[in-house]
């Protein structure tokens, strides 16, 4: 999608449209003229097609948590959020019912919570968007940690992980702003 801007006009998303379950709103910009033109596709299952897809990645974290208690290096206020609960478990668990055990998941993390990292917030932005200390230090351990609560509070809503990345897009925590963690590759050893 291309966006038009100028010195006057700038393109703005139109409001989203209300979707019945199993559906998805598909927006189409071209260079003959179509600007946001909107219509909706069905997921819902026809017999035994599908695209095959038996892979997803899940995001950890989104910064809407209670487990931004400084220092609590024991994760102590650890807990799923309320995307976790509302948006990600509940079409996770209608997936797992779509194609079984065929299902492979894996975790990728944003960020740490904030009281982890160097700079004390979730967006990146620069070289302190980094984990605070030394490597092997007690924020490290602690990162390692959060994977460890974060797979265990999965199981217990009945979702297991086939595998994990340490780091979304591990450079890019110092270029961006929206919530990213800067990890060298010495980093991710």
């Given amino acids: 999608m291309v966006c ?7 393109d703005e998303f139109p409001p989203l449209v209300n979707l019945n379950p199993n ?9 003959s003229g179509k600007r946001f033109e909107n219509s909706t596709i069905n997921f ?10 038996t ?20 994760l102590n206020h650890f807990n799923l ?5 509302l948006l990600k478990i509940p079409m996770i668990k209608a997936v797992k019912q779509l194609v079984g055990d065929k299902l ?8 740490a ?18 984990l605070k200390g030394d490597m092997n230090g007690p924020y490290y351990r602690t990162w ?22 340490v780091q979304n897009e591990p450079v890019s925590g110092v270029m961006v702003e929206w919530q990213a963690m800067f990890m060298n590759a010495e980093m991710h050893r």
């Fill in 104 to 111: 492979k998941l894996f975790a990728t993390p944003w960020t």
């Fill in 144 to 165: 390692a940690n959060y994977f460890i609560k974060y797979f265990e509070a999965y199981a217990e809503q009945g979702i297991n992980f086939w595998g994990m990345t």
């Fill in 44 to 53: 819902t299952p026809l017999g035994n097609i599908s695209i095959g897809y």
């Fill in 23 to 31: 559906e998805a709103a598909v927006y189409i910009s071209s260079i």
């Fill in 4 to 10: 038009v801007c100028n010195a006057t006009y700038c």
């Fill in 113 to 130: 919570p904030a009281w982890m990292k160097a700079s004390g917030k979730f967006g990146g932005g620069d070289i302190n968007s980094q």
């Fill in 55 to 74: 892979i997803g990645r899940v995001p950890m974290e989104d910064g809407d948590t209670d487990d931004d208690v400084i220092n609590d290096f024991e």
């Fill in 81 to 85: 959020t309320k995307a976790d609960f």
